[in-house]
């Protein structure tokens, strides 16, 4: 008898459910790398990776609802919980892969262009940022289904989109010493989020019936 | 004989519908049928024993274990099939395997592949391209592939064609050749429990109304044909349910020898699982 990996194997089905969207993604990353970076447009595109890490588990709970999986799920041998720990590992896999790429794209810009290279402080910032978003969608996704959740989306990418454009009309776009101990709170206070994101989704999908 | 499953006094409240104390035990070794028309009450049973719905009361033991102790335990002995397959249109039968091998301690990669094989399921193939048929193939494939000791089917078979209905039978069939194996079938085609169940069990209104060897059902219940007059003279204790048409009155009787006996001139006609089904959902309580 070999041992049984649950979480993997409920992670293997996101990934390999997620391989379409992933490649479109890609994609979308590529051309919008090509027309931004050129630009020194590259905020951008970190603001475009860390919003690709949250919306990959949403999509797989949405494709979740889709083929009724949950239903089949809970009759395999894994509980409750080990179901919303799967989406947070999954989420979590998506921000550190989209937090390094950002890092290499900044570190190869610094290599060619140290005099427009990217403040760390806007990566961990644009970090904050999709982490909190996460956070915040997850439990609305499992509340309220994929359905309604859609719409809570948009509202919270707005919300985003009016806090970093508020950022900028405060502070600018230029790194000050003030500004990297207030990011790194933030960024504290996002992984802070996510844990008590993580607590409230169990105490949901633990009454949820399906 | 131990049983698979003893469900006792089962409950499960919805603001529009209940189950009320669903009390039924499935020995090892044997099929039965789960009775009753749409919204009878069938998946909501499955759906609460297994805990994807929360009971309201009553205990549920599925090998002798209590399910909410013994959950994952259980869980990993058990295979189940609902009505829509329920892996993702993106995939395929060869991901299935992937995901369910690292889920399933028991999973059985070339069993499954026989199976495939078996049912014509190409590896490759995207769940999307697949047909109604196929699909369910492969959730039956899915639910046999990690050796399970109990099946739990819920309506598997409707919405095929008599060909496939078949050749899934067969499947079951084969599955109770080990005599620590079971399946509890839920299904409102009462022709494929005439083919392959042992003990049927019928839901109506969120209520079990019968549970019995299908022999012993089929051999102890009869239906009365009277007029209303023939009918208003009779002893009602021996009966069950009553429908009535322009024709007269149709009777479920709980047994029929008894009755023959006592009216030996009145017609009694024998049961059909179809005919006992009806009978509960289109008649009423006498």
């Known amino acids: 008898m070999k041992p049984a990996f649950l979480l993997p194997g409920l992670m293997l089905k996101d990934l390999l459910n997620l391989r379409p969207m992933g490649k479109t993604l890609l994609l979308m990353f590529f051309i919008f790398g090509i027309i931004f970076i050129p630009m020194g447009n590259i905020m951008t595109v970190y603001f475009l990776l860390m919003i690709f890490a949250a919306l990959l588990p949403m999509t797989s709970l949405s494709m979740d609802d889709l083929a009724k999986w949950d239903r089949y799920a809970l009759t395999m041998p894994v509980t409750r919980q080990e179901i919303v720990r799967s989406k947070y590992l999954l989420m979590l896999v998506f921000f550190v ?11 190869v810009m610094m290599y060619l262009d140290p005099s427009n290279a990217t403040p760390l402080w806007f990566m961990l910032l644009v970090a904050a940022l999709g982490i909190f978003y996460g956070a915040c969608l997850i439990p609305l996704l499992y509340k309220f289904g994929s359905e309604k959740a859609r719409y809570l989306m948009f509202v919270l990418m707005i919300a985003a989109g009016v806090f970093l454009v508020g950022w900028f009309a405060l502070f600018g776009e230029s790194f000050t010493g003030d500004l990297l101990p207030f990011v790194l709170t933030l960024d504290a206070a996002s992984i802070a989020a996510v844990v008590a994101s993580y607590f409230v989704s169990v105490r949901i999908y633990e009454k949820k019936e399906f | 004989m131990s049983d698979a499953i003893c469900v006792e006094k089962l409950c499960k409240q919805y603001p529009d519908f209940s189950l009320q104390d669903v009390s039924f035990c499935l020995p090892k070794g044997s099929i039965m049928g789960f009775i009753g028309e749409n919204g009878a009450g069938k998946t909501t049973t499955i759906k609460t024993m297994l805990g994807i719905a929360k009971k309201t009361g009553g205990s549920v033991k599925l090998f002798g274990l209590d399910f909410a102790d013994h959950e994952k335990e259980i869980k990993s002995r058990i295979g189940v099939v609902f009505d829509e397959c329920s892996f993702h249109d993106t995939l395929t039968a060869a991901d299935v395997a992937k995901i369910l091998g690292k889920i399933y301690a028991d999973w059985d990669d070339p069993l499954y592949l026989r199976y495939l094989r078996q049912f014509g399921l190409p590896e490759k193939k995207k769940i999307k391209e697949y047909s109604r048929g196929m699909k369910m193939k492969l959730s039956i494939a899915a639910a046999l592939s990690h050796h399970p000791d ?49 003990y049927l069990t019928f839901i109506h209104e969120g209520k079990i109304v019968l549970s019995k060897s299908k022999d012993e059902l089929l051999e102890d219940l009869g239906i009365l044909k009277c007029s209303r007059e023939e009918f208003d003279a009779l002893d009602k204790k021996s009966f069950l349910t009553c429908r009535t048409n322009q024709f007269g009155c149709e009777v479920l009787i709980k047994d029929k020898k008894e009755f023959i006996v006592r009216h030996p001139e009145m017609i009694v006609d024998p049961v059909s699982t179809e005919s006992v089904m009806l009978m509960y959902a289109r008649g009423t309580a006498v």
């Open chain 2, 150 to 198: 109990l099946l739990i089917l819920d309506e598997p078979t409707s919405g095929l064609d008599p060909v496939v209905r078949e050749e899934i039978l067969d499947i079951f069939l084969e599955f109770i050749q080990d005599e620590e194996h079971a399946i509890l079938l839920s299904s409102h085609i009462t022709s494929d429990l005439d083919k392959i169940a042992d």
């Open chain 1, 97 to 107: 892969i989209a937090f390094l790429v950002s890092g290499t794209i900044a570190a």
